[in-house]
C-alpha cells in the first residue's frame, strides 16, 4: 500500500476534523471501502462478522501488514465471549474471506494469530463496479435494461450463468 502524501494527509485530516471533530480524529482512524458495507448482505457479512472485520482493519491500518489481534482482545473489546469470536473468525476463514496463520514462540507458546484479508478483498472487489440502493444516483435503469449483480461463489468467484 503506498503511502499518502503529506497533502494528501492534511487534506483528509481537514475534511474528517470538520464533521468528527479534531478530538476523536485525535483518537485515530481507518479507511474502509463503502462496497464492504454496501454489499454486506450478497458478502455474506452479518453485524458479528463486520465487528470482528473492524477490528482487524484497524491493526492492518496500523500495522502496515496483515493483522496479528488476539481472539481475546477482540472479545473484550466487543464485550462478548472469546468462543463467539473464535466461532465467527472460523466462520470468516470457511467461507474464504479470512485465513489465519498461526503464531508460535518456541520460548512462550502459541500467540495471537496473522490474518490475511486477501479473499474479502477478492470478493468485495467483484462488487465495486456495480451499486445498488441510493448510491446509484438520481437516474435508475429499467429492470430489462439494468444490469445484474454477479453470481458469487466467495472462494472461486464469479459463477457462469
Known amino acids: 500500500m503506498k503511502p499518502l502524501s503529506k497533502k494528501q494527509k492534511k487534506t483528509l485530516s ?3 476534523d470538520a464533521l468528527w471533530g479534531p478530538r476523536l480524529m485525535e483518537f485515530g482512524w ?3 471501502p463503502l462496497v464492504i458495507f454496501e454489499r454486506q448482505r450478497e458478502l455474506g457479512l452479518d453485524a458479528g462478522d463486520v465487528n470482528i472485520l473492524l477490528h482487524l482493519f484497524m491493526n492492518w491500518a ?6 496479528v489481534l488476539s481472539k ?8 462478548v465471549d472469546v468462543s463467539t469470536v473464535r466461532r465467527r473468525l472460523a466462520s470468516l476463514e470457511r467461507r474464504g474471506l479470512i485465513t489465519r496463520e498461526a503464531r508460535f514462540d518456541p520460548l512462550t507458546g502459541q500467540g495471537a494469530n496473522r490474518y490475511h484479508l486477501d479473499g474479502l478483498v477478492r470478493a468485495a472487489s467483484l462488487y465495486a463496479g456495480v451499486r445498488k440502493g441510493a448510491r446509484e444516483g438520481p437516474k435508475r ?3 430489462k435494461t439494468a444490469p445484474r449483480p454477479p453470481d458469487i461463489d466467495l472462494v472461486r468467484g464469479p459463477r457462469e450463468r
Open 14 to 16: 481537514e475534511r474528517y
Open 30 to 32: 481507518i479507511l474502509v
Open 62 to 67: 496500523q500495522d502496515n501488514g496483515p493483522p
Open 72 to 79: 481475546r482482545a477482540m472479545a473484550q473489546k466487543m464485550g
Open 141 to 143: 435503469p429499467s429492470p
